[in-house]
């Protein structure tokens, strides 16, 4: 087995000459609860899609469990390793909640009827009501049932807490959780809500207009980044150039804010060496890292 | 042992769950042989990451204050008692400094500020280097 479940080099992808992939690079660790982050249009969509063998790429590789997604025998393979919970939610319109179990279960051998039973009782989700009856969290939760009794090695999990309240929303965190504690699937999931995916996630990638713009260990990152923030006793007199990891200085009269993605040390002492200044140092939120990267690139 | 995330400090959370752990040994919460709770447990009751609570425990069992026993959990080692000597000693030295600073008028928040200040410039960075190159 690899070290990476997911792994992406250089993957393109246009839609009427429109790039939504400009060379991504994405490797998601075995066992990692990986949050896939950006704005909306950034090619998180297009980028899962392109996992799943739903569309093609122009240019680069995509593999999953090893196995290229290009490959035909080797992408049924794929998709029956995987639990997967898109976007849209569309399911059969004309089956009811207890038809498409039954319906999903024989295309999966490690089907688990245990973790099936349990979830149509916690979700709450009637048996007998049809699918296009069930709200939009309902559906969610009906998507995420089938995903994860079928076994999965790998959840693909698209906006998975999208259109849940608050107490919905927190039981499916927990839940997925519970079962990469258990199990030690892998997660990917795409994700708007920061506080979330600062909590469940222990690798994140930020993407932004169809490429990587920064992946890694949440720990490892907050263990870099730090804010910085500066005050003058007297004049500002900013160096005429800053050493290297400082992503963004700003000013408010006689304060001075200052991100660093590394380097830390290094920065604080060349600000210390400036005249008349007073140094602090702040741990930086996923929020911040996100914003930063976005906003600037 | 109940732990308590602060999720918007931006504190890394392996390390605030080291914190709380060192902590309840120091003030004799914890005592050696006292288990933790499983890592799905305090995974699913905090909802956070599984890995993360890994990294947590390893990096306590690293620096000697917990011992994991496969399959049963994780147990605080006798050696940690000896510590809560030491942090007893410490907290009498805190308490002196506060009692000078008292005149300053200080709120507690300020207090706590130019504290971590002070750490942060002279142990702060040191220690989050070393914790990145444990597993």
Do not use: C
Not at chain 2, 5 to 27: D, F, W
């Amino acid at each position: 087995m690899n070290e990476y479940i997911i792994e992406t080099n250089q993957l393109t992808k246009s839609f009427k000459g429109q790039p939504a992939l400009r060379g991504l690079d994405l490797r998601v660790p075995v066992g990692s609860i990986f949050g896939f982050l950006g704005r909306n249009g950034a090619g998180k969509t297009t980028t899962i899609k392109a996992l799943m063998g739903l569309l093609r790429a122009d240019g680069g590789s995509a593999r999953v469990f090893g196995i290229p997604v290009t490959d035909a025998d080797g992408s049924i393979e794929v998709r029956r390793r995987i639990g997967f919970v898109t976007e849209d939610k569309e399911l059969y319109p004309y089956m009811t909640v207890e038809q498409i179990i039954r319906f999903t279960r024989p295309f999966f051998p490690k089907w688990r009827d245990d973790l099936e039973q349990r979830y149509l009782k916690m979700f709450d989700l009637p048996p007998k009501k049809k699918i296009p009856d069930l709200s939009k969290g309902m559906r969610s939760k009906l998507m995420l049932l089938l995903a994860i009794s079928r076994g999965a090695e790998l959840l693909i999990l698209d906006e998975p807490t999208d259109g849940l309240d608050p107490a919905a929303t927190e039981d499916v965190l927990r839940e997925l959780v519970a079962i990469a504690a258990s199990s030690g699937t892998t997660m990917f999931f795409s994700s708007h809500q920061l506080a979330e995916v600062e909590l469940i996630a222990d690798h994140i990638g930020i993407i932004d207009q169809g490429k990587m713009v920064v992946a890694g260990s949440l720990d490892d990152m907050k263990a870099q980044y730090q804010r910085l923030q500066v005050v003058f006793t007297s004049s500002v007199e900013m160096p005429s150039r800053w050493v290297e990891g400082v992503e963004y200085v700003r000013q408010e009269g006689r304060v001075v804010s200052i991100l660093a993605s590394h380097n830390v040390d290094a920065i604080v002492e060349q600000a210390r060496a400036l005249p008349g200044t007073a140094v602090e140092r702040f741990p930086v939120t996923l929020k911040e890292i996100f914003l930063e990267h976005v906003r600037s690139s | 042992m109940i732990f308590r995330l602060n999720q918007s400090s931006g504190i890394p959370l392996y390390l605030q769950l080291i914190e709380q752990v060192k902590h309840a040994v120091e003030t004799g919460a914890l005592r050696e042989g006292d288990q933790l709770p499983t890592i799905r447990k305090v995974a699913v009751d905090l909802v956070m990451n599984p890995n993360t609570v890994v990294r947590a425990y390893r990096e306590l069992e690293h620096e000697g204050v917990l011992e994991l026993k496969h399959g049963s959990g994780a147990f605080i080692k006798e050696a940690a008692g000896g510590r809560a000597r030491v942090m007893r000693k410490a907290q009498a030295v805190v308490q002196s400094a506060l009692e000078r600073l008292a005149p300053l008028g200080l709120s507690e928040d300020e207090l706590r500020r130019v504290f971590e200040n002070e750490l942060a410039q002279s142990h702060g960075p040191k220690r989050l280097e070393n914790g990145e190159g444990n597993p």
